[in-house]
């Protein structure tokens, strides 16, 4: 039996989201900020949430954000794990489901993950999982709306991927 799984957002999911990212700021910031729309933030076509197996609990998201067709065939990765789950290894299982959904559901040839060089977790995080460094983006991202941050561009492209 899978320890987590990733499914959709509900509606009904409103409250238990926005507890996760209250409870989650310390952890969360600088890197991100909460969503200052959460109805929206549950209506995105590419937003999956990481559940405990046992509990169906919600202990992180992921986002498939800006997919481009035709020649592309890409799309750039979002995600978080909310307090108190980090540290347990499961986003590197959630990030595992999350590219066989990318490379064989969604049938993307490249997935991009953009991450402030400073937050180490992320970028082992996406390392293990077969992520390539390709290059450094300055002030590439406004943060939160405050201040422009720099970011390392890190990818995986379906032949590379392993499904395991």
């Given at each position: 039996m899978n320890i987590v799984y990733l499914r959709k957002p509900k509606?009904?999911?409103?409250?238990?989201?926005e507890l996760a990212y209250k409870n989650s700021q310390a952890l969360h910031q600088p890197w991100t900020f909460p969503p200052t729309d959460f109805q929206s933030y549950l209506q995105q076509e590419g937003r999956y949430f990481l559940c405990l197996s046992k509990t169906h609990q919600i202990i992180g998201t992921f986002n498939i954000s800006?997919?481009?067709r035709g020649y592309f065939h890409s799309a750039y990765l979002g995600y978080e794990i909310f307090h108190p789950?980090?540290?347990?290894g499961y986003m590197k299982l959630?990030?595992?489901l999350l590219l066989?959904?990318?490379?064989?559901?969604?049938?993307l040839h490249r997935l991009e993950a953009n991450i402030q060089p400073e937050n180490i977790a992320s970028i082992r995080l996406v390392a293990g999982?077969?992520?390539?460094?390709?290059?450094?983006?300055?002030?590439?991202?406004?943060?939160?709306?405050?201040?422009w941050k720099d970011?390392?561009?890190?990818?995986?492209?379906n032949e590379d991927w392993k499904e395991t």
């Amino acid at each position: 039996m899978n320890i987590v799984y990733l499914r959709k957002p509900k509606i009904s999911d409103l409250k238990e989201i926005e507890l996760a990212y209250k409870n989650s700021q310390a952890l969360h910031q600088p890197w991100t900020f909460p969503p200052t729309d959460f109805q929206s933030y549950l209506q995105q076509e590419g937003r999956y949430f990481l559940c405990l197996s046992k509990t169906h609990q919600i202990i992180g998201t992921f986002n498939i954000s800006n997919i481009v067709r035709g020649y592309f065939h890409s799309a750039y990765l979002g995600y978080e794990i909310f307090h108190p789950y980090q540290g347990n290894g499961y986003m590197k299982l959630g990030l595992k489901l999350l590219l066989n959904e990318a490379f064989q559901v969604i049938n993307l040839h490249r997935l991009e993950a953009n991450i402030q060089p400073e937050n180490i977790a992320s970028i082992r995080l996406v390392a293990g999982a077969g992520f390539i460094k390709e290059g450094f983006s300055r002030h590439y991202l406004r943060i939160g709306g405050k201040d422009w941050k720099d970011h390392e561009r890190w990818a995986i492209i379906n032949e590379d991927w392993k499904e395991t």
